[in-house]
Every structure is written in C-alpha cells, then in structure tokens.
C-alpha cells in the first residue's frame, strides 16, 4: 500500500478551509478549530505564502472578533494580538483607552513597535 499527498499551495489550503466555515450548518466547534488553523497556517505559510494569502489569513482571524459566540471573539483577539507581536507590531486598542500595560506589555497600542522579547516569545508560542 502506497499512501502519498499531493502539494498543495497555501492559497488552496487557504480556500477550502475558508469555504467549509461559510457554510450555513458549519457548527461553532469547526469554527474554532479553523479559527486556530489559520492562526497556525499563518506560521506555517510565512515563508512560503505569497503576500495576499497571509494578508487573507490575518483577516480571516480578524474576522470572528465581532462574532456571537464568546469563545471565538476571544480566539480571534488573542491570536491577532500574537500575530501582530510576531510582526512586531503591537496590538490596537479598539475603546481608545489609555493603559499603563496592555496584554504585549507595551502601552499606547496603535502602531507601535513591540519589544524584542515579545516578539521572540510570540515566534514561539
């Protein structure tokens, strides 16, 4: 018996992930998974990917932030802020509050860059 898998390009892997979770009866935990497989694919494709495939990836994270379902809200504001802290940019704060420490421990949010620390710890993580 000879098992072998074809290459696929980011971009489809991309897609069909994305297509399954726009189905009507896709229900919440399959949304989470995929959730968690685009922040992994992000890693996973940023050598690989071309620019708009992880530009795609990063707002399909985004995308579940304004979601119904709490535990997606908070999956996807936690993996853009450790998307962001591998970029090295540090998270926005969307309430326009000032903190002395927000989640990266950088304060003002915004654009700003991060400290090399969060950045190393969030290529690990």
Known sequence: VTISFMGLDPASVVSTVEDVTKRHTCPAEVKETALTAF???SDR???A???ETAAKLHELVKAHGASHSL???LRSCEYDALLNAVK???SSKSNGEESKD???GVSGG?????SGEVQAAA???
């Open 39 to 41: 922040a992994k694919l």
């Open 45 to 47: 494709f940023a050598g």
């Open 49 to 51: 990917a071309d620019g």
């Open 71 to 73: 535990e997606l809200q």
């Open 88 to 90: 090295g940019v540090a």
């Open 102 to 104: 927000d989640m990266l």
């Open 110 to 114: 915004g654009s700003s860059a991060v």
């Open 123 to 125: 290529k690990e993580a």
